[in-house]
Each structure stands twice: as C-alpha cells, then as structure tokens.
C-alpha cells in the first residue's frame, strides 16, 4: 500500500519559515520525483517545487529564492522548506510521487499552510 504522509503545515506570520515534511512508504521512492504543489482557495493546483531522482530541482517563479525542495532517499523522505513566506502562500500543500518509467504516480493528502499578514 503506496503512503505519502505529509506534516509540518501550521499557522504562521508574514516573513517567518516552514518545513514540510513528505514519508513515503511502499515504492521504491529513490525511482521517484517527488514534488510539492499547493492549491489555494478558489485556484487550481499548481507546482511549487520539483526534485528528480538525480537531484535537479525546479521551482515556479513566485517561489524562487524563498522555497528549497529537498530528499533523503535513506529515509524515503522528501521535504520543502519555505522562507520568507508571503500571504499569498496560504493553500494547501499536496506530496506527489511520480515514476514516469512504469507510468505510475500518487499523491498525498496535504497539510494547510496558512500565512497571515
């Protein structure tokens, strides 16, 4: 049974930090990309953070230079640490896992982040 358990969500000012944690469980999660999206009220989902199974990393723009993706495949952990958080970061973060070679994907529940101003 494929898990992806994410935790580390909460209620924070503007300008203060968060760490999101993803435990992924029954893959091979060093096979995987593992991703952050978020979706905020009323928008649809959309990619934050993207990080491959050899490590390259991609961000969108709005979080650029303030959000950091990163794994520990001996842990079968991803992670998203995000600085200098804006308002209009509050949505909910969703874990994804994608092995595209067997065609396969998942996602997980998502934890609330929400920024106040």
């Known amino acids: 049974q494929v898990q992806l358990v994410e935790s580390g969500g909460g209620l924070v000012q503007a300008g203060e930090s968060l760490r999101l944690s993803c435990a992924a469980s029954g893959i091979s999660f060093a096979l995987y990309t593992m991703a952050w999206y978020r979706q905020a009220p009323g928008k649809q989902r959309e990619m934050a953070a993207t990080?491959?199974?050899?490590?390259?990393?991609d961000y969108a723009d709005s979080v650029k230079g303030r959000f950091t993706i990163s794994r520990d495949n001996t842990k079968n952990m991803a992670y998203l640490l995000m600085n200098s958080l804006e308002p209009e970061d509050t949505a909910v973060y969703y874990c994804?896992?994608?092995?595209?070679?067997?065609?396969?994907?998942?996602w997980g529940q998502g934890t609330q982040v929400t920024v106040s101003s």
């Open positions: 994804y896992a994608k092995n595209s070679m067997i065609n396969r994907d998942f």
């Open positions: 990080i491959t199974r050899g490590g390259s990393t």
